[in-house]
């Protein structure tokens, strides 16, 4: 080959091996910087929370924004036990699985389009087996649609004081819109469990019984963390493994949510150890932070959806006084209990005869009673002393129900 040919052929291939390398390099800069826009890694987000008086003990990012995954059920949950409250839904009533609901993607029960559960049996393949399919056949059931039924899921998750949490769907599947925080789910930990204490008992089940064969949960640290009765597992890809837990020990509860886990395992670790942490400090001597209602329903509510998914309502009251009182020790006083506030009058009727019931010898001597106020029907009992009526509201109070006591007129 002539000289000059070599030395062109030379320069040829170092002008292309210079291109090539330019080609592999320049990009890789702009490349990391789209990749990082387009991925959202999981993140480690914890909260510890005293039940009783919803202070916050410790916590890390518990306010940054990371998805639900199937803690999302837990709001599900709550909305049908407001439901059976209501009156509007029944333990036995059956609900028909939709095609839609049938096409959820595991976790799942495997329900055929037009088979049928019963609310009892969708409650406990949710807080089981975590069941994406059983949440839409609830959400449809409770909102007509999946789409109507999250945005009823946000606005009670707004008026729970949830103010980061967005709900897109009923399971807590994928969707890049759907957003809360480890505060966030601690607050809907403590509204379930001091506002539904007759039915947060479902989140104690390990397994339930499904055509036949034995459904068993999610939930393992239960069975080896004394006292932990609940709450709820949760994962997808894009949020790690989560859990908001609860446990109880020397008549102190504790809620710890972990989100962002990088395994089940490691998860359920640090949830024990934050509850442990917890049980180890002595209670605070200070006034504990007024008990966050359920609901707060006044004359000037506005919303038509608070109204109607209203379960118990929490006021301002005067601690009843016995020097005030003309009543007997026991019976036939001039005080009222208010145990709730609701969109029917069948529903407030049933709430004030559940809680006589509920209460025993306290509310011997009272009247179930139901006053309407601004649109909603008030559940009271009347008819107590001062003394009876502030110890009626306690024992509510400490099993998780909203109650406080007014002097008749």
Not at 306 to 334: F, H, I, L, M, N
Request: aromatic residues 6%; proline residues 5%.
């Amino acid at each position: 080959m002539h000289p000059l040919a070599r030395v062109s052929t030379l320069l040829l291939s170092l002008t292309v091996l210079t291109v090539l390398v330019a080609v592999l390099l320049t990009p890789l800069p702009a490349l990391a910087k789209r990749s990082a826009k387009k991925t959202f890694g999981p993140v480690a987000a914890e909260i510890l929370m005293d039940a009783g008086s919803g202070k916050v003990i410790q916590g890390r990012n518990a306010d940054t924004l990371t998805y639900p995954a199937s803690l999302t059920k837990m709001m599900t949950l709550m909305l049908t036990f407001e439901a059976l409250e209501r009156g509007s839904l029944r333990l036995d009533q059956s609900l028909v699985v939709s095609q839609h609901a049938a096409s959820m993607p595991p976790s799942r029960l495997w329900l055929a389009p037009g088979s049928t559960i019963t609310v009892e049996q969708a409650i406990l393949a949710l807080v089981t087996r975590s069941a994406n399919d059983v949440a839409v056949v609830l959400g449809e059931a409770l909102g007509g649609s999946e789409t109507a039924f999250a945005a009823k899921m946000t606005a009670r998750a707004h008026a729970l004081g949830m103010r980061r949490t967005v709900f897109r769907n009923a399971s807590g599947l994928p969707d890049r819109l759907q957003r809360t925080t480890a505060r966030d789910m601690a607050i809907l930990s403590r509204a379930l469990i001091r506002g539904h204490a007759r039915h947060y008992a479902y989140f104690q089940r390990r397994s339930f019984d499904w055509q036949g064969d034995t459904v068993y949960g999610h939930n393992r640290l239960m069975a080896r963390y004394p006292g932990m009765d609940g709450i709820k597992t949760g994962y997808i890809a894009a949020s790690g493994f989560n859990l908001a837990a609860s446990a109880v020990r020397d008549g102190r509860r504790l809620i710890a949510v972990v989100m962002g886990g990088h395994s089940a395992n490691s998860r359920d670790d640090r949830v024990a150890d934050l509850l442990d942490a917890g049980f180890k400090r002595p209670t605070s001597p200070a006034r504990p932070a007024p008990v966050q209602p359920d609901l707060l329903i006044t004359k000037n509510s506005a919303s038509i959806a608070q109204r109607s998914t209203a379960v118990s309502v929490g006021a301002p009251a005067v601690k009843p006084s016995a020097a005030k009182s003309t009543g007997g020790p026991s019976t036939g006083g001039p005080w009222s209990i208010q145990v709730g506030a609701f969109a029917s009058h069948a529903a407030a009727q049933s709430s004030a005869r559940a809680t006589a019931k509920r209460l025993g010898a306290l509310a011997a001597g009272t009247s179930p009673a139901v006053v309407r106020s601004g649109g909603l029907y008030k559940a009271r009992l009347t008819g107590f002393a001062a003394t009876k009526a502030d110890a009626a509201c306690t024992a509510l109070k400490t099993a998780g129900k909203g109650c406080f006591a007014l002097q008749d007129r």
